[in-house]
């Protein structure tokens, strides 16, 4: 296979934003304005906010002010995957908060739910099916543990089809798969930048003031609340919510507890029909590998192939420039695995590719919490296309003050372990990186800084 000749026509450019009917720019904030709530960041969580909470009180004036343009960071170039788990899976619920994961599970199936009835009321065209997703075994040692998590799911009232090799290969076809498990009603996939788009114009249709290009250089609170400094003019509001993802946030506090960690991903030309039949993929659900260094993908909606994932690479001091959504390196990784995964569709040329920061705590959960009148949500650590609903509307919780079921759970009122500082962060991040590549290609044993690690609650990007 010719990696280069894949690669050639590739752009740098993320696939759901490269549209020519991409809405054009709200305009920035103009002069020093006043606002019940303030908004800072135009992605998920910050959107969801400002909808939230003009549904809760529509007589509030909101704000929401985005640095840089809607969903250009991790909202608009993310996977698509829509899940119900709000406890990164499952299987890391049952060792997290077992005493409350049945009441975790019931929120988060509820969060979805609501998501696409909001989604089907506000007539928003984002392509969502809640097709479920499957997860495939490609290593000896995952087959067993795909079986055990067949066995959870179903004692959580969820529906779980274990498939052999054979089964999983009828179902898609790859000479990789040992195994899979198919979860038809856990979740599904989402045009993510449709849905932001979307969420965008039914936040402005409640009222919302959305201004993009307006970065927050400065937070400052007094007698009278907080505000917030921009390049234009600055935010006095009674409140602020912080949805700023992997990018630094103006409140200082949080961001020892935030690893930026970037993820790349490629996205195939259309395919014809009969590539298409090589693959069978009837239900053309989204897929994940089951190892430490896992890929995700799923076809779009135009008929391509998005695939992302496996390392995971974290920068020294957590950079987040633009420049770095270039890298040649993961990218030609990327593209091997996806020859390797599919040797049918040898031949295929990639036309975007790109790369972007992850927002990742060591307990791979958000960090909830409220400081003086400034709320966040922040950590979701891949998973934020949908938790990002329930993350906004606990944040609001939050800082009103309100004593709710989501407010009262162990997964909001506690913190994770934040990440040790720089110098230290970025040698123990790459150790820890390379100790579970290891431990996929050795069984699945964790061996002795892992279970270290395991112990103590801290992840380091896993």
Sequence with gaps: MDIDAALADADIAVLWLDRADRPPPRAPLARDRRAD????????T?????????????????VLLEADLLG???????GGFLSESLTHGLAHGVVRWPGELARLVALGRQNLREIGEFVRAEGIDADLRLC???????????????????ELYREHGMAARFLGAGGMRADVAS????AGLRLPDAGGLVDPARLLWGLAAA???????????TPVRG?????????????????????????????PAPLRSIRRYVLPIWDYVLVTEPLSEQQWASLRWRDRQGITDSGNHFHYYRPTPDGRILWGGHEPVYHFGGRTAAELARCDRAHRRLARHFFAT?????????????????????????????????????????????????GANTVLDLLWGEDTERTRLAMVRDRPVPFPPEPLRWPLVRYTTRALARADEDGGRRGRWLSLLDRRGLGLGS
């Design 46 to 62: 910050g959107l969801w906010a400002a909808i939230l909470a003009k549904q809760r009180n529509p007589h509030l004036d909101v």
């Design 37 to 44: 709530l303030a908004v800072v960041g135009g992605g998920f």
């Design 175 to 178: 000479p990789t798969y040992r």
């Design 342 to 390: 599919f040797p049918q569709l040898e031949g295929v040329r990639f036309t975007h590719r790109w790369g972007g920061p992850i927002d990742s705590t060591t307990r791979f959960t958000p960090l909830f919490g409220c400081d003086r009148a400034v709320a966040y949500a922040v950590g979701y650590t891949g998973l934020g296309v949908a938790a990002s609903r329930f």
């Design 132 to 150: 479920g997703r499957t997860s495939v075994a490609t290593r000896p040692h995952e087959v067993g543990e795909l079986s055990d998590e067949a």
């Design 72 to 78: 250009a960071g991790g909202s608009g170039r993310n």
């Design 219 to 247: 937070l400052r609170r007094d007698r009278t609340g907080v505000r917030l400094r921009t390049p234009h003019g600055t935010v006095r509001a009674a409140g602020v919510v912080l949805g700023t993802s992997a990018f």
């Design 203 to 213: 936040a402005e249709r409640l009222g919302v003031r959305l201004h993009e290009n």
